[in-house]
Nanobody, 123 residues
Framework: QVQLVESGGGLVQAGGSLRLSCAASGRTFSSYAMGWFRQAPGKEREFVAVINSGGITNYADSVKGRCTISRDNAKNTVYLQMISLKPEDTAVYYC?????????????????WGQGTQVTVSS
C-alpha cells in the first residue's frame, strides 16, 4: 500500500515562500513520477507540478517561475519550493503519484494521493 504524507503548509504573507514536503512509502519511490496538485475552496483540483524518475519536470503556467519541484530518492521525498506567493495560491496542496513514470498533468492518471496540506497566503 502506497502512502503519501505531506507537510510544510502554513500561513504566509504575500511575497513569502514555503517548501512543501511529501514523504512516500510502499513502493520503489525512485522509479515513479510524483506530482503536486492544489484545490482552492469552491474550485476544482488543479495541476501544479510533476517530476519523473529522471528529473524531468513540468509546471502549470500559473506557477511557472515561482515553484520548483524536486526529489530526494534517498529520503523517498518530493518537495515543492514556492516563492513569491500570492493570495491566489491559497489552497490545499496534495501530493500524488501516478501508476507509471510519466509526467501527467491530469489528476485522472494519479492513483495515490496524500491527505493534503493547507497553504494560506495573506494579502
Amino acid at each position: 500500500q502506497v502512502q503519501l504524507v505531506e507537510s510544510g503548509g502554513g500561513l504566509v504573507q504575500a511575497g513569502g515562500s514555503l517548501r512543501l514536503s511529501c514523504a512516500a512509502s510502499g513502493r520503489t519511490f525512485s522509479s515513479y513520477a510524483m506530482g503536486w496538485f492544489r484545490q482552492a475552496p469552491g474550485k476544482e483540483r488543479e495541476f501544479v507540478a510533476v517530476i519523473n524518475s529522471g528529473g524531468i519536470t513540468n509546471y502549470a503556467d500559473s506557477v511557472k517561475g515561482r515553484c520548483t519541484i524536486s526529489r530526494d530518492n534517498a529520503k523517498n521525498t518530493v518537495y515543492l519550493q514556492m516563492i513569491s506567493l500570492k493570495p491566489e495560491d491559497t489552497a490545499v496542496y496534495y501530493c500524488a503519484a501516478p501508476r507509471i513514470n510519466e509526467i501527467f498533468t491530469s489528476s485522472a492518471y494519479y492513483i495515490y494521493w496524500g491527505q493534503g496540506t493547507q497553504v494560506t497566503v495573506s494579502s
